[in-house]
């Protein structure tokens, strides 16, 4: 009987259990690589929104305070979008004609919400509360970003699992004064001294422990 | 449930050797278990019963393990399996989050912090009383409702139906639109319909034209009728409610000569009879009666010397009232009366020599209590010196209403712990539907508007009202549903729901709340006064403006108009009306009162003289029909039966034994009214000669959750005899499972429940401590206790002396986690996924005599016959225990149930991959499995995403979960307690089953501080843990029950008794 298989084909064996290997590690590390990019989490994305909403000009330029906008940050899981009359305090008296603007007036005049595209969108199944963290010293720049240099706002963080870890397990380092906590600042990680970071634990007296359990952020 | 297997030989009765042994095992094991089972199957140990709980999971359940390996797998099959959920698998790692938007108000209202709920006082309605609830409102949309803890009728706590109320709020099967002839129309249409009407009727002063209402306490809405009825002075009205309290003004005009409503203080009565009331469950004031005898009771609540109340019932179907009491007895509803009429006779108040009337032979010679029990309850009343109460049920006769006021006159009671209010309800004098049938039969009703009720489905079976309604030429129901009724009608108007409008109400005891809307009606519904102001203006007016204008013409508020805006505010923050309860009138009853009763027992016995008695109740759930379409409380197991959906007819175990009849056989009912067949349901309790057919059921045109299921009991019913009648019941050999949950999820005969009489508990305090509790050896890391870093400890004990089993707990749950409705086929695979499950009970001590050599298919007649005479009932919530040493948690293989610092086993849907180890290790047997998809839009039941809370994740197909102990409360009472930096405080933090609680039996709160009201009971000699000798460390421990059975009473569940008096060895007093 000949042989079903030659000599050579101990070379293409080798060959093709080194490609399997060597494949297997492409692709898993590709599959990594895919889902870690920001085509899957979503960084610099720049949803389009009705008005072209600019922190540049509100938050860097005019210097107005997160919380004049958004009200129930401190007091609410959500940070809260500003109603149609906020935006209108000024906007009655303040480029009252300007074509960007003419969803914000149809709105209050038909009254109906403007639909704004959710920039930071969490998995349904986690309950990030912003009280806590604005409460417990962790700056909006922290998650957001410099916002005073965005003229649209876009997506910074990853917002992954990992990278919300990284800072629950180890939150000194990230954390500001009261006073500091809606400002844009320059540099704050680098800044901040390992005495003056556990110095902020104690002041927020901020448990470890329960930091990293799950129902802290799922249930 | 697991199904009990048909009998391969149809013969009614086999004969078996080994009877002797299996009874002399069954009691072996009972006595193991001082006494306590869950089922007649149970207690017997029949092979069905065991085959059926030695799988975790019913065998019959193609999910199950068992019956994936029955059926033929190859290797090929598996392979394409593999390979296609790994590719599946991956195929939703490609997808990005859809984009979610953000719709910001345009005008915030003031005060409002999005992403937290708001709670508004309102009320809910049930049999036209109200009840004080707060609804949890998320931005303007209502998910949930607890009690108004300042509201008299509530106290903070919530029943079932009212909990479920919220998602009857957004079914979709709702009537959505006006309809004409049964096609969608516009209001308009109607208007302009009714303008040719109006002047028809006005030409004519409403000649021909006729009203038929439902129950209602609304002062607002008497006062819209009145003005009708001046307006159109020849119209007719009519009132028509399937459970009515005609009977209980027609026993207060009997008595006092004229008609009145009872409202009861039960913290001040010591000894209580109930004369077939279930006071506790399904009677208007239920919540606040429950909460008030508990508290007279309750051994926790009390002093050490204080004695308990004493609890005696005369029941003619098994209820709560008279599964926690300490002495039941179960006649059949017409003697009942008789048994009053006894008990009067005992206490001196109707002449001892009045013999009962000539209709009576049958009874006449003996007495129906035994003499030893009524002297000993005769005694107990009168030692108490008018600190007593005996409570008539709204479904007896006129005559037992007349004599328990009679005797709480007689001792005192009138004035002290029994007060007489006018009636509360409107429309108590107008005629029912009987009348409007010999109305429409004489042609004489041209137009009839029926407002909020259904009476095609629940008129009686006589009256026929399917048949004589499309004889009108011009019919209009009004309602929240395009119902039996709406179907035939010319026009259908859609209803507002409660949660929707503008209303008001009175409490049981008269209290007037407002009833304000939680969101604009969903589908153009109008209110009950929006609706009358339509018939008699012509136009919709504002319900705000309609409810407001009547509160001040009639000045329900402030004398003086320029308080009113004042009031009415604090009104509307209230819920309720401050200080608005009816006055107490004090009347003495009338002379002779005594000589009409004689006749009126004897009419209404007659009818039961012989042969059996079919009794009619409203359901615990549906009550008389109208919440049908709501899945929760179809699924909702009824409290004692453990029925879910389709419901069954209740037979004594004796009965079936003597009819050849098991759980399930399907029999033909026939009384002189109609008959039907449905499947049986075997009761302990239920008196021989009665069965009991809940109503409720059996609706053909109301909605996708209520179509088919089960049997309509209005079929059977006469209006002579509304509650009850004779009734012929034939086997027919055919067979259904029953959606019965009393065998999911059993703990073995093992020692779960402990309980003991007032007096052995004073002797021994720690009677409920057991050495067995401590493990002798431990699977877990040791010593004890186990370092522990958090701040708070959280635990719950939940008191076995107040539970009730009224299964509010279990739709709270049900509302605040978001838990499924299944279906019932998924409940008869044992799929239920309640995370919370109240075990009932029966208990009877007495050693079953006189063992037969037969049984009954496969349950033992002796052990049946001894326990079949009213045993007692013991309630046990089941909640996750909350391990410290979790079994479960040791044998997930992807750690997605693990342990918190303060004490939760917490549950992490998103890493569970459901391979079920941790149920299957789960000594409580409290994890519950997504076996199918039952959330999504595809699901049978889909979920109603507007009604969900927002803070509880909706779980998958294939994923484990469980009680949380709220933990989305825990989180954010604690963030607010940080943010505002000050430690959480014992009262502000409380879980949805214990907030609903009408009788405060669970308490959850942080173990780890001394002084919280859950440390202090944890320290009582009473508490004890479940399987505490597997050395799990449970954080839920329970406090064993304390009865206060009357001492010259040995036996609570009267067997003995029963024995003697069917020897006829009981003398007639």
Redesign the interface.
């Given at each position: 009987m000949p042989q079903i298989f030659r000599q050579r084909s101990n070379n293409l064996t080798r060959m093709l259990l080194l490609g399997g290997l060597v494949g297997s590690i492409a692709l898993t590390a590709m599959a990594f690589g895919i889902y870690s990019s920001s085509f899957v989490t979503g960084v610099n994305a720049t949803p389009a929104q009705p008005v072209p909403f600019s922190h540049k000009h509100h938050v860097g330029e005019i210097g107005i305070d997160c919380r004049y906008c958004h009200t129930s940050v401190e007091q609410s899981t959500f940070a809260g979008l500003p109603d149609t009359a906020t935006c209108m305090t000024c906007h009655s008296q303040l480029w009252t004609n300007a074509q960007v603007l003419a969803p914000v007036r149809a709105s209050l005049v038909e009254n109906r919400p403007l639909i704004w595209t959710r920039v930071h969108d969490l998995p349904d199944f986690v309950y990030f509360n912003h009280q806590a963290h604005v409460t417990h010293g962790v700056a909006c720049q922290s998650c957001h970003g410099r916002l005073d240099q965005m003229p649209l706002t876009r997506q910074v963080a990853p917002l992954t699992m990992q990278w919300c870890l990284d800072c629950h397990r180890n939150p000194g380092p990230h954390l500001r004064a009261e006073v500091d906590i809606t400002q844009m600042l320059a540099t704050a990680k680098e800044t901040q001294s390992e005495q003056r970071a556990h110095q902020l634990m104690m002041h927020y007296g901020i448990r470890l422990d329960r930091l990293t359990e799950c129902v802290t952020c799922h249930r | 449930m697991p199904p009990i297997k048909p009998p391969h030989n149809p013969g009614r009765i086999a004969t078996v050797d080994i009877t002797q042994t299996h009874a002399a095992q069954a009691w072996e094991a009972n006595q193991r278990h001082e006494g306590y089972w869950r089922s007649l199957a149970e207690l017997a140990k029949t092979t069905a019963f065991t085959e059926a709980i030695t799988q975790e999971f019913s065998a019959a359940d193609p999910a199950s393990p068992g019956a994936l390996l029955d059926t033929p797998v190859t290797r090929r099959h598996s392979l394409k399996l593999l390979g296609a959920s790994m590719a599946l698998a991956n195929m939703t790692?490609c997808s990005?989050?859809p984009?979610?938007?953000?719709?910001?108000?345009?005008?915030?209202p003031e005060h409002l912090?999005?992403?937290?709920p708001r709670y508004y006082a309102t009320a809910t309605m049930l049999g036209g009383y109200a009840q004080g609830v707060l609804v949890e409102s998320h931005e303007g949309r209502p998910t949930k409702i607890e009690g108004n803890p300042d509201h008299p009728a509530s106290l903070g706590a919530c029943d079932a139906i009212s909990q479920a109320s919220v998602l009857s709020l957004y079914d979709p099967d709702r009537a959505q639109s006006v309809r004409y002839r049964n096609s969608i129309a516009a209001l308009g249409d109607l208007e302009r319909d009714l303008q040719t009407q109006r002047r028809l009727w006005d030409a004519n002063q409403g000649q021909g034209l006729c009203f038929l209402l439902a129950a209602s306490s609304s002062p607002s809405e008497a006062f819209a009728v009145q003005q009708l009825q001046q307006r159109w002075p020849r119209a007719r009205w009519f009132m028509q409610e399937s459970v009515d309290r005609r009977s209980l003004y027609a026993g207060a005009e009997m008595l006092f000569g004229q008609p009145l409503e009872a409202v009861y203080h039960f913290d001040k009565a010591r000894v209580v009879v109930s004369l077939d009331s279930d006071f506790m469950l399904s009677q208007p004031g239920s919540l606040r009666y429950a909460r008030d005898f508990m508290q007279a009771r309750v051994p926790r609540m009390l002093g050490s010397q204080t004695q308990p109340a004493r609890l005696y019932v005369l029941e003619s179907t098994p209820s709560v009232t008279g599964g926690v009491a300490d002495h039941r007895r179960c006649l059949p509803w017409p003697d009942i009366a008789i048994a009053a009429q006894e008990l009067a006779r005992g206490l001196g108040v109707v002449d001892p020599r009045q013999k009962q009337s000539a209709g009576n032979n049958a009874t006449a010679g003996s007495g129906l209590l035994p003499s030893a029990w009524l002297n000993a309850v005769c005694a107990d009343l009168r030692a108490h010196d008018g600190n007593i109460i005996v409570i008539p049920g709204d479904q007896q006769p006129p005559a037992v209403h007349a004599l328990a006021h009679g005797i709480n006159h007689a001792l005192g009671a009138l004035g002290k712990t029994v007060e007489l209010i006018p009636p509360q309800a409107n429309y108590v004098d107008l005629p029912g539907i009987p009348a409007l049938k010999v109305a429409i039969e004489k042609q004489e009703v041209s137009h009839l508007v029926v407002l909020g009720n259904n009476p095609v489905y629940e008129a009686p079976a006589d009256i026929n009202f399917a048949k004589i309604y499309p004889s009108i030429p011009w019919r209009l129901h009004f309602g929240e549903y395009h119902d039996e009724t709406g179907h035939l009608s010319t026009w259908q108007v859609p209803a507002a729901h409660t949660l929707e409008t503008w209303a008001d109400a009175r409490a049981y005891d008269g209290t007037l709340g407002v009833i304000q809307p939680l969101i604009q009606p969903l589908y153009d519904g109008l209110s009950n006064l929006q609706m009358l102001f339509l018939l008699h203006h012509g136009v919709v007016q504002d319900a705000r403006h309609l409810l407001r204008s009547a509160w001040q013409a009639h000045g329900f508020l402030a004398a003086n108009p320029e308080d009113f805006e004042q009031t009415w505010r604090s009104c509307l923050q209230r819920g309720f009306v401050e200080n608005s309860a009816a006055k107490p009138v004090s009347l003495a009853p009338r002379d002779g009162w005594q000589n009409a009763l004689g006749t009126s027992v004897g009419e209404l016995t007659t009818a039961g003289a012989s042969g059996l008695i079919l009794q009619f109740r409203p359901d615990p759930a549906l009550w008389d029909g109208r919440y049908a379409n709501n899945g929760w409380l179809q699924e909702q197991p009824r409290p004692i039966t453990t029925l879910t959906w389709g419901g069954a007819l209740l037979i004594s175990p004796g009965l079936a034994e003597e009819r050849g009849l098991k759980d399930g056989s399907v029999v033909k009912l026939t009384t002189t009214a109609g008959e039907l067949r449905l499947p049986v349901f075997i009761l302990p309790g239920q008196p021989d000669a009665a069965v009991t057919l809940f109503l409720g059921q059996g609706h053909q045109n109301l909605g996708s959750v209520a179509m088919g299921v089960g049997v309509n009991a209005n079929h059977l019913r006469d209006t002579s005899q509304l509650w009850s009648m004779p009734v012929t019941l034939e086997p027919t050999g055919a067979e259904l499972q029953l959606a019965l949950l009393q065998h999911h999820h059993n703990m073995e005969n093992r020692d779960l429940i402990r309980a003991a009489s007032i007096a052995e508990f004073r002797k021994n305090p720690t009677f409920a401590q057991r050495t067995t509790d401590q493990p002798d050896k431990s699977l877990y890391p040791e010593p004890w206790p186990a370092k522990r870093?958090?701040e708070n400890a959280w635990g719950m004990v939940i008191d076995l002396s107040a539970c009730i089993g009224c299964n509010a707990c279990v739709t709270a749950c049900q509302a605040e986690n978001n838990i499924p409705v299944v279906g019932e086929d998924e409940v008869v695979r044992g799929h239920n996924m309640h995370w919370l499950r109240v075990d009932r009970y029966f208990s009877a001590k007495s050693h079953p005599t006189g063992v037969k050599a037969s049984v009954v298919q496969e349950y033992d007649p002796a052990l049946v016959q001894s326990f079949s005479d009213a045993p007692l009932n013991l309630f046990q919530p089941v909640p996750c225990m909350h391990c410290e040493n979790a079994p479960c948690e040791y044998v997930c293989p992807v750690g997605a149930t693990?342990h918190?610092?303060?004490g939760?086993n917490?549950m992490?849907?998103?890493r569970c991959v459901g391979t079920r180890y941790c149920s299957q290790n789960c000594p409580y047997k409290v994890r519950r499995f997504n076996w199918f998809d039952y959330t999504s839009n595809t699901a049978r039941y889909p979920n109603l995403p507007a009604q969900q809370n927002p803070?509880?994740?909706i779980r998958e197909r294939g994923v484990m979960e469980k009680c949380?102990y709220c933990?989305?409360r825990i989180?954010s009472v604690r963030?607010?307690a940080?943010?505002e930096?000050r430690p959480i405080l014992d009262t502000e933090l409380q879980t949805a089953c214990q907030q609903t609680c009408p009788t405060r039996a669970i308490i959850f709160g942080d173990t780890a501080n001394p002084d919280s009201e859950v440390s202090r009971l944890k320290a009582l000699p009473l508490n004890y843990p479940l399987l505490a000798h597997l050395n799990t460390r449970p954080r839920t421990t329970y406090l064993a029950a304390v009865r206060n059975p009357n001492p010259h009473l040995s036996e609570p569940g009267g067997a003995s008794e029963k024995n003697q008096r069917s020897k006829g060895e009981v003398p007639h007093d």
């Open positions: - | 790692a990005r989050q984009d979610e938007h953000i719709l910001p108000y345009v005008n915030m912090v999005p992403g937290r870093s958090s693990q918190s610092a303060d939760l917490e992490i849907y998103q803070d509880v994740s949380t933990v989305q989180s963030q607010t940080e943010a930096h």
